[in-house]
């Protein structure tokens, strides 16, 4: 703590909490990172261990239950280890994962080492946004947990770009080889400097107070907001947890249910609407309405730079629009476009450039509401004592999410069509549009204490 005192004394607050905020919001680079990397060496993989499709399903998607484990017990270490401890160990597990992975001789070897990284994705997803909201000023902190989902993105595209490096650097054979194992080695540079970082940020000051540490969470109150907000803040702090029991109970009594509803379906919906259907089989979409391997490779891309840039566009609005406001606009560009996709397959004209253009047009309004909202919304509607257990359940549910779109995309797509399948997004999309609007209170500009107050 000394360290981080010294190094930030010369600094203004704002400037040093949006250093400590990037510097968690790289485990979202190694999230995105670390579930993207599998795509560009699957293909080498099952060659290389003569894989059948069951196996091979079973080699890319076993990281995604490493995640559900890692989610599962990263609220039960935070509360009782402290914030960066393990966000410290989740970089380890990064790390371990990106060696291990490229390095073994058999299946069973490749699986356990992708088991261990999807431990740290999962516990990284809940906590890089918990840690920013806790140590973020109340006016910017929408800003700052977006940085996590903008993190998720680049890591995504890096390592797309990465995986087209590597594999253009030789043979066929030298890619069932040596090619996919550079490509998971890899990720060892951005764990470790994920690692590093986090050796320089600060614990959570509402983590020390909750643990009855005062003084240490006042100095860091003090560097993060300046002298004269610390006491007031910590008053705040310190008379919030007269009303938490910190008890997996209190999630479930009057008030508080509110809490865990609201972040339950946030956390589920966002994945259920189609995203991940979109972002994992895009290319397969697009050749199978006549797009050849090529061009649908090429529009893959510009899904992933229009994701990124109307990420900004969270990143600029969501602290003065509201993140309200931003989830109703978001949602309904998200069903407009779904319901036109879904009509382009009906009517068989999906072969022209307007299911490129409504694509577009859900990954721009996804990529400014739904895709960084429910990170920022779940880290900051929950009491402090508790926050860690509850964003556990509520993170659980976008892995059981993503897994059940993984899942049933491609038997949606053979059993119904694009149309249907579509049109069940979009029905989603509309239970999730009301659902805000009669459910989700605005939390813009709100400490975490005061947010914590709207439920009762």
Same mark, same amino acid.
């Given at each position: ?14 400037? &040093? ?57 990263? *609220?039960?270490?935070?509360? =009782? ?52 909201? +806790?140590?973020?000023?109340?006016? /910017? ?13 680049? *890591?995504?595209?890096?390592? #797309? ?25 890899? +990720? ?12 320089? /940020?600060? +614990? ?43 008890? %997996? ?30 972002? #994992? ?9 006549? &797009? ?5 490779? %090429? ?42 996709? *879904?009509?382009? &397959? ?7 450039? $307007? ?66 399948? &579509? $049109? ?12 805000? #609007? ?5 939390? =813009?500009?709100?400490?975490?204490? +005061?947010?914590?107050?709207? $439920?009762?």
């Amino acid at each position: 703590m000394d360290s981080s005192k010294n190094q930030s004394s010369k600094q203004s607050p704002i400037k &040093f909490v949006i250093m400590i905020s990037v510097a968690a919001a790289i485990g979202g680079l190694l999230f995105g990172y670390d579930t993207a990397v599998i795509a560009g060496a699957i293909g080498s993989i099952q060659a290389k261990f003569d894989l059948s499709p069951a196996l091979t399903g079973w080699a890319a998607s076993s990281a995604i239950w490493g995640c559900i484990i890692g989610v599962i017990i990263a *609220g039960i270490l935070s509360d =009782k280890f402290g914030r960066k401890k393990v966000l410290i160990l989740s970089a380890i597990l990064f790390a371990v994962s990106a060696i291990g992975s490229s390095i073994p001789n058999n299946l069973t070897q490749f699986v356990i080492a992708r088991l261990i990284g999807g431990i740290g994705v999962g516990i990284a997803s809940m906590l890089s946004p918990m840690y920013i909201s +806790e140590i973020a000023p109340a006016k /910017i902190r929408g800003t700052l947990v977006t940085l996590y989902q903008l993190a998720i993105v680049l *890591g995504i595209n890096i390592i #797309y770009f990465v995986n087209l490096k590597i594999s253009t650097s030789g043979s066929e054979q030298w890619n069932i080889d040596t090619g996919w194992r550079i490509m998971l080695g890899s +990720e060892v540079i951005p764990a470790l400097l994920f690692l590093i970082l986090l050796l320089f /940020i600060p +614990e959570s000051p509402r983590w020390l107070a909750s643990k009855g540490k005062s003084e240490d969470a006042t100095l860091i109150l003090e560097k993060l907001n300046g002298k004269e907000q610390a006491t007031k803040l910590l008053k705040e702090i310190e008379e919030s947890f007269l009303n938490e029991k910190g008890t %997996f109970k209190e999630l479930f009594q009057p008030g508080l249910r509110k809490a865990m509803i609201v972040g339950i379906f946030l956390a589920l919906f966002s994945q259920i609407t189609g995203i991940n259907a979109i972002i #994992y089989y895009a290319p397969e979409i697009f050749k199978s309405v006549g &797009f050849g391997t090529e061009s649908a490779m %090429f529009q893959t891309v510009i899904i992933g730079i229009v994701n990124t840039l109307f990420t900004f566009v969270a990143i600029a609005f969501i602290d003065k629009l509201g993140r309200r406001t931003l989830l109703l606009w978001g949602i309904s560009g998200m069903i407009i476009c779904l319901g036109a996709v *879904g009509l382009l &397959f009906y009517l068989d004209l999906s072969s022209g450039p $307007w299911l490129l253009l409504f694509i577009l047009g859900f990954i721009a309004s996804f990529a400014m509401s739904l895709g960084p909202i429910p990170w920022v919304l779940i880290s900051e509607i929950f009491p402090t004592k508790i926050r860690g257990i509850a964003m556990s359940i509520s993170i659980l549910m976008v892995w059981i999410g993503v897994v059940l779109i993984t899942q049933l995309t491609p038997m949606l797509l053979d059993g119904i069509g694009g149309a249907f399948t &579509f $049109w069940v997004f979009m029905i989603n999309a509309i239970i999730l549009l009301i659902f805000t #609007y009669k459910m989700i209170p605005e939390t =813009k500009g709100k400490t975490l204490e +005061e947010i914590g107050k709207l $439920w009762h």
